[in-house]
C-alpha cells in the first residue's frame, strides 16, 4: 500500500473511531442500544466500505482473512468489544460475553496476520480479559493471550 493510499485508511480509521466512541456514549447514556448498533454498523460500511453485518456473522479467522490491513482489523476488533459494552449496559450480557471473546479472537487474528500490531492487539486483549466472561473462549485464542483452560 502506498503512503497515500495508507495516511488515507488510517484517517478513516480515526474519524471510524471517533464516530464509534461517540455513538456508543450517547446509545449508552439515552438507553438506545438497538438504534447505537444500528449506526456503528453504518459507520464501518460508511468509511470503510466493508459489510460489517457480514463480517459480524463470520468466524473471526475468515473474517481476518476479508480485511488486509492491520490497522484496520485492530479497530474492528475494538468496535466488537465496544459493541459489548453496548449490550452489556442494556443487560444483554450473553451476547456481551459473545462480544468481547470476538473481539479478542480478532485480535489474535490480527496480531498473528499482521506482526505489527501485536503489542497493541496483546494490550487491548488483556484489558478485555480483565473484564473476565470469556469461559466460551475457543481454546487458542485462550492460549495466545495466556489464559488457563476452563474448568470444567
Known sequence: MG??????????IRQLAQLVARVVLRARSEGQVASG???????????????????????PASAA???????????????????GELHESAGDL???????CRAVALYAECSERFPGEDAACREAARAL????GLEPL??????WLGLPAPAP
Do not use: N, P
Not at 482473512?65 to 459493541?83: C, F, K, M, N, S
Not at 475457543?138 to 492460549?143: E, G, P, S, T, W
Open 3 to 12: 503512503e497515500f493510499e495508507k495516511d488515507f485508511v488510517m484517517r478513516q
Open 37 to 59: 448498533l444500528g449506526q456503528i454498523r453504518e459507520a464501518v460500511e460508511s468509511c470503510l466500505g466493508m459489510d460489517y453485518a457480514m463480517l459480524s456473522q463470520i468466524d
Open 65 to 83: 482473512l476479508l480485511v488486509h490491513d492491520g490497522e484496520v482489523l485492530r479497530t474492528l476488533a475494538w468496535i466488537a468489544a465496544q459493541e
Open 94 to 100: 450473553v451476547t456481551a460475553r459473545h462480544q468481547r
Open 129 to 132: 480479559a480483565g473484564g473476565a
Open 138 to 143: 475457543a481454546d487458542k485464542y485462550r492460549r
